[in-house]
């Protein structure tokens, strides 16, 4: 497939995207997406690193008698806010290499990130 002589081009190359790739994770806790549940009664906002961090809670909700609920909207938001922030995880992993690797079906960068 590649000659010997073409190893260290190719390291070279392993090198550069490692090292944007690198860079590209360590900007992912710039990234943002928020999740709501119970019509906006809980709002989670997550980070690009996967990490909750503002979570908002209507007082209302706040009451002993609605404690299951409140846990189960939480939850939800939480799982929402996830979801929202893999789509700019992936395009900001995928912009660091762009132009550097071939295009391999099947290859999934934000999957070597975690």
Known sequence: MFGMSGMPG?????KE??????EAQES???LRAEGEAGGGMVKATVNGR???IKLEID?????PDDRE????????AINKALEAIEEPIKARLSQA?????????GLDLGSLMK
Do not use: C, F
């Not at 190719?10 to 392993?14: D, E, H, R, S, V």
């Not at 007082?59 to 009451?63: A, G, I, R, T, Y």
């Not at 609920?69 to 939800?76: F, G, K, N, P, Y």
């Open 10 to 14: 190719i390291l070279g190359k392993m």
């Open 17 to 22: 995207i490692q090292e944007r790739m690198k």
């Open 28 to 30: 992912l806790v710039q």
């Open 50 to 52: 996967k990490q909750v």
């Open 59 to 63: 007082p209302d909700l706040l009451s």
């Open 69 to 76: 609920t409140t846990q189960d909207l939480v939850v939800a």
């Open 97 to 105: 290499t762009e132009g550097m690797l071939p295009n391999i079906p």
